[in-house]
Structure formats: structure tokens, C-alpha cells
């Protein structure tokens, strides 16, 4: 942990800072680190020094830096990790609300002009999110092709068909399979 600054009196000259004082001339009145270790119900500085922390009774820079590394480890690790992290939905989400809102306020063709570049702005943002995105989706194959999408359909439709014997509903069920094929083959083309 860093040094807190809460400097407290020495109650014995044994205990005190070996900084000098005010004046220059005397010795500090505070506590060293070492002695303020000792005491019950304290901070913990977790280092030795017999400076106080306002004459530099606290950690050497390299032990600041990895105070500060570790207390972020945590969310470095936590996001590192997150499967929701490379979903950028979220983002997408919030700039297209942050467009509509920017539109409702153009009420006339000044308002329209004055906010033009920040419209152009979010909806450059919105687009190269939507690219992102949609190459993050394609890398992690959370995209299905169309032989795979006409897969699963054939595999649900035989699904359900085993479970049924009315030639009429199996019908039904063929011709919305196809219908949803053919747009997913119009999408795709």
C-alpha cells in the first residue's frame, strides 16, 4: 500500500523522524514508519524507514509502481478475460441513442447546420463500430454462413417433422423453412 500522509507526534525522542525539523536545525517531531509498523490499529506502510512519510518514509518508486500494477491487476485480468468485453453492441447502442438525440435537437435548418459535424462524427463512429464489430464477429465464428444456417434449419425441420404425422402442418412447416432460406440467400447476395 502507499504511505498514508496522516503524520502522527512521537511520544518518545527514541520514536521520531530522523528528518530535521520546522527550524532546520532540530529534529522532526513525528513518528518514524518503523515505529507507527508497531502500533496496534495503524496503517501498515509495509516498509521500514526512520523518516516519517513526509520526509520521504514511504516506498521507493518501483514500489509505488507496482502498488498501483497490482491494485489494477484485477481488472486487467477480469477484462482480459470477459467474453462480453469484445462485444461492442453496447457502444453501438449508446452512439446511435447519442445521433438520435443530437437530430431531435436540429428543430430548423440553422440547428441542422450548427450540428452537422457532429451528426457526421457519430455516424462515422457508428460505422467503423458496425465494421468492428462485424470482423470481431466473423473472427470468432459468431457468424453463420449461409451452408450453415441452411444446416440448422434442415436439422430442425427434421426435428419437428419426426415428431408430428399431419402432412398438412409438415407442409406448412417446409414451405416457412424455404420462405426463411430464400431471404437469408437474398441477405447474403
Given at each position: 500500500m502507499i504511505a498514508q500522509t496522516k503524520l502522527i507526534r512521537a511520544e518518545h525522542p527514541s520514536h521520531q523522524c530522523n528528518g530535521p525539523g520546522r527550524d532546520g536545525e532540530s529534529q522532526c517531531i513525528y513518528a518514524s514508519c518503523r515505529y507507527l509498523r508497531s502500533l496496534p490499529n495503524h496503517y501498515d506502510h509495509g516498509f521500514d524507514s526512520d523518516n516519517c512519510p513526509r520526509h520521504a518514509g514511504r516506498p521507493p518508486a518501483n514500489q509505488a509502481y507496482a502498488y498501483h500494477f497490482?491494485?489494477?491487476?484485477?481488472?486487467?485480468?477480469?477484462?482480459?478475460?470477459?467474453?462480453?468485453?469484445?462485444?461492442?453492441?453496447?457502444?453501438?447502442?449508446?452512439?446511435?441513442?447519442?445521433?438520435?438525440?443530437?437530430?431531435?435537437?436540429?428543430?430548423?435548418?440553422?440547428?441542422?447546420?450548427?450540428?452537422?459535424?457532429?451528426?457526421?462524427?457519430?455516424?462515422?463512429?457508428?460505422?467503423?463500430?458496425?465494421?468492428?464489430?462485424?470482423?470481431?464477429?466473423h473472427r470468432n465464428a459468431q457468424v453463420f454462413t449461409f451452408d450453415q444456417a441452411a444446416a440448422l434449419i434442415d436439422q430442425i425441420a427434421s426435428t419437428v417433422m419426426s415428431h408430428t404425422q399431419d402432412p398438412k402442418v409438415i407442409q406448412a412447416i417446409q414451405e416457412t423453412f424455404q420462405n426463411h432460406l430464400s431471404l437469408i440467400e437474398d441477405d447474403n447476395t
Open positions: 497490482d491494485s489494477f491487476k484485477e481488472s486487467i485480468d477480469r477484462f482480459h478475460t470477459d467474453p462480453t468485453l469484445l462485444s461492442l453492441r453496447p457502444e453501438i447502442a449508446a452512439t446511435r441513442t447519442m445521433l438520435e438525440q443530437t437530430w431531435n435537437q436540429c428543430r430548423d435548418s440553422l440547428s441542422l447546420a450548427v450540428n452537422t459535424p457532429k451528426i457526421e462524427a457519430l455516424i462515422g463512429r457508428i460505422e467503423s463500430l458496425v465494421k468492428t464489430l462485424n470482423l470481431i464477429e
